[in-house]
């Protein structure tokens, strides 16, 4: 399922806490976003459409809950981003960070202990 990096922001305040009246999802994106009320509720709309979230009723207002797991769509979109930049390898990937975004000491140690997990695994 593909969804927009706009409708991305909206997942993830729903991914954080649900279920989400559209008040309180507006309210939860006014310190980061400069969206109006109506850009979230189309937002909401599109991600209902889309099979993303669900909602149900409660008096007179709809609480919306996401369907699309985080996990998932950061798979999809994680997968995406390797077969159409790096040929679906990590090797690559990995050094692109390293020589534009400088990897922190505490980045390569975790990439350290993660190698040595991934050969422990195939041994």
Same mark, same amino acid.
Request: include cysteine; aromatic fraction near 6%; glycine fraction near 4%.
């Given at each position: 399922?593909?969804?927009?990096? =706009? $409708?991305?922001?909206?997942?993830?305040?729903?991914?954080?806490?649900?279920?989400?009246?559209?008040?309180?999802?507006?309210?939860? @994106?006014?310190? /980061?976003?400069?969206?109006? $009320?109506?850009?979230?509720?189309?937002?909401?709309?599109?991600? @209902?459409?889309?099979? =993303?979230?669900?909602? /149900?009723k409660e008096g007179r207002r709809y609480l919306y809950s996401p369907v699309l797991q985080r996990a998932d769509w950061v798979n999809t979109e994680s997968s995406g981003l390797l077969d159409r930049?790096?040929?679906?390898?990590?090797?690559? %990937?990995?050094?692109?960070?390293?020589?534009?975004?400088? %990897? /922190?000491?505490?980045?390569? /140690?975790?990439?350290? $202990? %993660? @190698?040595?997990?991934?050969?422990?695994?195939?041994?």
């Amino acid at each position: 399922m593909q969804i927009s990096e =706009a $409708e991305s922001i909206v997942m993830e305040v729903l991914w954080q806490q649900q279920p989400l009246a559209a008040e309180d999802v507006v309210a939860a @994106l006014a310190p /980061s976003q400069d969206w109006q $009320e109506a850009t979230i509720k189309t937002l909401l709309n599109r991600l @209902l459409k889309k099979g =993303a979230i669900c909602a /149900s009723k409660e008096g007179r207002r709809y609480l919306y809950s996401p369907v699309l797991q985080r996990a998932d769509w950061v798979n999809t979109e994680s997968s995406g981003l390797l077969d159409r930049l790096f040929d679906g390898r990590v090797a690559p %990937l990995v050094a692109h960070f390293s020589a534009h975004r400088k %990897l /922190s000491a505490e980045d390569v /140690s975790q990439l350290r $202990e %993660l @190698l040595a997990e991934i050969d422990d695994e195939r041994r």
